[in-house]
């Protein structure tokens, strides 16, 4: 177990949501239209802050990510977990110590992902480079497991840290450079840097240590200059609290809905993380706050034959996935071989098409039979998703999407799972920057159990809301 609060999160959003509201934005597809106007015929130089590397500066954040959580937890919240001795520390470094734990679903899936983009963003921040990076979230979460926690070290916390962290810690890195503008100053440039480092602590506090914060520089190499697109929500939805497919049972709430699409898939495709998509949904909620963090990185990219009606790139990408409403929940780690098409089928008509597939390489999936005092089983598996959208005439927008998966339990109730969902949006742009949009969307959970009766559930939903556009 590890501490981690939702409201730093949901603090995070809102700020986030108030900075970009200033600006105008895009869906995925129109993204993809918008920034391809200025880069055809001509390769976009990717440029981000390059500090010299600094280990003795990287090893003191890594050492401060490790200790200000155990203090916080050993000497603030007396937590039971956090008493460690010579023998607890004697006992997990066996490594027959090691076993699956019980916590809560929001502390495995989105606690220890977060503590493990501190433990990549001590690296990141301090010259290091993406791969080089990822190394300090193998060994601060070994060294949590073994060192800091009296409860036996986990392998789903192992995984869950490890890969979200890396994961969550590129995109908060990149996000924060990208908030920071440089060249300006006052409350604006005092409060972007707030952001930023709300957004990602170690990057903050190097910009402090580096004397860097707040202070006007001209070099265009100290800000990320990446293209950034997005979209504003807010709106109303419809869940089907109950099992079953009579939407007349559900209730409605309020949500709204952040997503951003960072730099271009058609361009610098061979660097990690240069094209990366964040969906991030908050509302009416008995559960939580913030209910969906969904993100999307590329990790390489390669060209497929194209021409001027046509062009098609092969992605490889690492995807973290977090959702939590009355409806459901689901936790995911995975990664996905992906082919992103345009077809240019008339002068005023855009098809975009995506398919992807790829291994899950850790999921936490709801089980009503509990298991050990959870309600959730660990599961692997393999996942696809398939999307098409339309734009028409830069005013009307159709698009349709599938996201699926086979799950078999690897720790658990003995079972395998069926994941479905299927969604549509119809969206209008009334006036520059500002649409009106409708989503229905349909998700099916079919669990086959070995030792219990099988489960079908069925959540329809639907949506509608006011999008603001964000082109940055």
Known sequence: ?????????????????????????????????????????????????????????????????????????????????????????????????????????????????????????????????????????????YLWETFAENQEPSPNDFINTTFGGIVLGEMT???????????????????????????????????????????????HVDQDSSKVTAELDLGIRRYNNENGSDLKKSKFGWYGRVKLLYGNAYENYRVPFSNMYINAEFGKDDSSFVNAINVYGSLAGWRIRSGEQKRHLAVLSANYDYIRNRAFFYGAQSVKMNLISEYKLRSKITL??????????????????????RNYDYTSGVGISASAGFNIDDKLYFSASYRGGWLTTINGNASHY????????????????????????????EGNYKDHEDVDKKYPYLRASFRYNVNL
């Not at 899936?109 to 963003?121: A, D, K, M, T, V």
């Open 418 to 445: 069926f994941l479905h969902t299927v969604s549509g949006e119809i969206r209008y742009e009334f006036t520059p920057g500002l649409s009106f949009c409708a989503e229905p969307g349909y998700l099916t959970l």
């Open 173 to 219: 890195y990149r996000l924060s450079n990208r908030i920071v503008n440089n060249h300006t100053y006052g409350f604006r440039r005092q409060a972007s840097e707030v952001l930023g480092f709300i957004v990602n602590p170690m990057n903050g506090l190097t910009r402090i240590m580096d004397g860097k914060w707040g202070k006007v520089s001209g070099k």
């Open 352 to 373: 975009n098409t995506t398919l992807g597939i790829g291994p899950v390489l850790l999921a936490a999936v709801p089980d009503p039979y509990l298991f050990k005092g």
């Open 1 to 141: 177990m590890q501490f981690v609060s939702t409201r730093y999160l949901a603090l995070f959003f809102v700020f986030f949501g108030f900075y970009i509201a200033e600006l105008k934005a895009q869906s995925p597809f129109d993204a993809e239209r918008l920034l391809k106007r200025d880069s055809v015929n001509r390769k976009v130089k990717l440029d981000l802050p390059k500090p010299p590397k600094r280990f003795g500066r990287a090893a003191m954040q890594f050492g401060l990510a490790e200790l200000i959580p155990f203090t916080f937890d050993r000497y603030i919240t007396h937590a039971d977990y956090a008493y460690i001795s010579f023998k607890t520390v004697g006992h997990n470094l066996k490594p027959s110590s090691w076993t699956w734990d019980n916590d809560e679903f929001q502390t495995n899936q989105f606690g220890h992902p977060y503590h493990g983009s501190l433990f990549f963003s001590s690296f990141r921040a301090n010259g290091y480079s993406f791969w080089q990076s990822a190394p300090a979230v193998v060994a601060g979460s």
